[in-house]
């Protein structure tokens, strides 16, 4: 008998997430997860690590309900926002009873986790346009009643697109009393769109994601947090590891959230979105490019005439991207992220090349 055999059906059956690392690639250009192109320089402030770490480090959770606009109680600092979604699901999700909901095409870690941890996976597919399909939602929420987390997320992963505010909104009045809606919003630093922060008061079951790991240039320090009322922070409290955030990650963490360092973000940020700008404007020139999607993120989702051709030929180059190819409705469509300048010019001109 193979241990295999021993473990759970679902996880038999699962696909684990096609990170972005795993994929591997003799990459010298990474361009696959949406990350910073280049380290901030921070340095340890201590050297206790004897000792285990806050459970919840005070410091960093001010900073970041500061940063945020919100109090301290809103707030739960996660393992990455992935840890923020599995604690949303084990809170409130019954195995092999329950179910989540979500819109493809969207970030993959909601169907992982699901799957895990033995959730049944609801999917409600976006509109051509890359919107809520609210009918279709409010009708699965009437029908199955065992739907208990709702995820969208906005900017959306992979298209890069806003949802329109009011269907937001909409979709928060019909999950009331009903369903938790988690809003990820791992991107709301790329975007002019306003963050829904402010609907926390008004809605005691909305959660939202946030990460370190993309405006913060902080991937590898595995810090998220969750945002809500207190009640539903303490729910998700229950539920965490005891000592999820490492002291070296809670020191640095607790760096990168002072002013000044916020300071520095904005101008990466806007040196990410002036780098967008310029690769969107060479991408439109290329013959073999069909649609640049609007996008509000650090990364831009192209459909070429070939999708998986223009893949492949960069990933021999060294030049890493992430085919989306089989995600619902994005046939021949590559998400780039956006690297430095030299990196996007070197997409540019092996693209030309192929
Ligand atoms: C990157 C990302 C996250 C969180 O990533 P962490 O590195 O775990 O913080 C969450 N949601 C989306 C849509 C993302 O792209």
């Given at each position: 008998?193979?241990?295999?055999?021993?473990?759970?059906?679902?996880?038999?059956?699962?696909?684990?997430?096609?990170?972005?690392?795993?994929?591997?690639?003799?990459?010298?250009?990474?361009?696959?997860?949406?990350?910073?192109?280049?380290?901030?320089?921070?340095?340890?402030?201590?050297?206790?690590?004897?000792?285990?770490?806050?459970?919840?480090?005070?410091?960093?959770?001010?900073?970041?309900?500061?940063?945020?606009?919100?109090?301290?109680?809103?707030?739960?600092?996660?393992?990455?926002?992935?840890?923020?979604?599995?604690?949303?699901?084990?809170?409130?999700?019954?195995?092999?009873?329950?179910?989540?909901?979500?819109?493809?095409?969207?970030?993959?870690?909601?169907?992982?986790?699901?799957?895990?941890?033995?959730?049944?996976?609801?999917?409600?597919?976006?509109?051509?346009?890359?919107?809520?399909?609210?009918?279709?939602?409010?009708?699965?929420?009437?029908?199955?009643?065992?739907?208990?987390?709702?995820?969208?997320?906005?900017?959306?992963?992979?298209?890069?697109?806003?949802?329109?505010?009011?269907?937001?909104?909409?979709?928060?009045?019909?999950?009331?009393?009903?369903?938790?809606?988690?809003?990820?919003?791992?991107?709301?630093?790329?975007?002019?769109?306003?963050?829904?922060?402010?609907?926390?008061?008004?809605?005691?079951?909305?959660?939202?994601?946030?990460?370190?790991?993309?405006?913060?240039?902080?991937?590898?320090?595995?810090?998220?947090?969750?945002?809500?009322?207190?009640?539903?922070?303490?729910?998700?409290?229950?539920?965490?590891?005891?000592?999820?955030?490492?002291?070296?990650?809670?020191?640095?963490?607790?760096?990168?959230?002072?002013?000044?360092n916020i300071e520095l973000v904005k101008q990466r940020v806007q040196g990410i979105l002036n780098g967008r700008d310029w690769l969107i404007k060479e991408l439109a020139k290329l013959p073999n490019?069909?649609?640049?999607?609007?996008?509000?993120?650090?990364?831009?989702?192209?459909?070429?005439?070939?999708?998986?051709?223009?893949?492949?030929?960069?990933?021999?180059?060294?030049?890493?991207?992430?085919?989306?190819?089989?995600?619902?409705?994005?046939?021949?469509?590559?998400?780039?992220?956006?690297?430095?300048?030299?990196?996007?010019?070197?997409?540019?001109?092996?693209?030309?090349?192929?």
């Amino acid at each position: 008998m193979s241990i295999t055999t021993l473990s759970r059906k679902n996880i038999q059956a699962l696909t684990p997430y096609q990170s972005a690392r795993k994929l591997g690639g003799n990459g010298t250009i990474w361009l696959n997860a949406n990350e910073y192109p280049t380290s901030p320089d921070f340095q340890l402030s201590g050297k206790d690590l004897n000792r285990y770490p806050e459970p919840q480090p005070q410091a960093v959770i001010e900073n970041y309900a500061r940063y945020a606009g919100v109090q301290p109680e809103n707030v739960i600092v996660t393992r990455g926002g992935d840890e923020g979604i599995e604690l949303a699901i084990k809170a409130f999700c019954q195995p092999d009873q329950d179910a989540i909901l979500y819109c493809p095409p969207t970030y993959g870690m909601y169907a992982v986790s699901a799957e895990t941890i033995g959730v049944e996976m609801v999917t409600i597919n976006q509109t051509t346009e890359f919107q809520l399909d609210l009918p279709k939602i409010k009708q699965a929420l009437a029908e199955k009643s065992n739907i208990k987390v709702v995820f969208v997320c906005n900017p959306n992963n992979p298209t890069g697109t806003l949802l329109n505010r009011a269907d937001v909104l909409e979709l928060l009045e019909m999950t009331r009393n009903r369903a938790i809606l988690v809003l990820d919003e791992a991107y709301i630093e790329f975007t002019q769109a306003v963050t829904f922060v402010s609907e926390i008061a008004n809605y005691p079951h909305l959660a939202i994601i946030r990460t370190l790991s993309k405006a913060f240039a902080l991937a590898g320090l595995r810090c998220g947090f969750v945002l809500a009322n207190p009640e539903l922070i303490e729910i998700l409290n229950k539920v965490i590891a005891p000592y999820p955030i490492p002291v070296p990650s809670a020191d640095i963490a607790e760096q990168a959230l002072r002013p000044a360092n916020i300071e520095l973000v904005k101008q990466r940020v806007q040196g990410i979105l002036n780098g967008r700008d310029w690769l969107i404007k060479e991408l439109a020139k290329l013959p073999n490019v069909v649609e640049i999607f609007d996008t509000h993120a650090n990364y831009v989702l192209v459909k070429f005439q070939d999708g998986q051709k223009v893949f492949k030929a960069l990933w021999d180059e060294g030049i890493i991207l992430r085919d989306q190819h089989k995600a619902v409705n994005l046939a021949n469509c590559v998400r780039i992220t956006i690297g430095t300048d030299e990196e996007n010019a070197k997409v540019i001109e092996s693209i030309k090349n192929i």
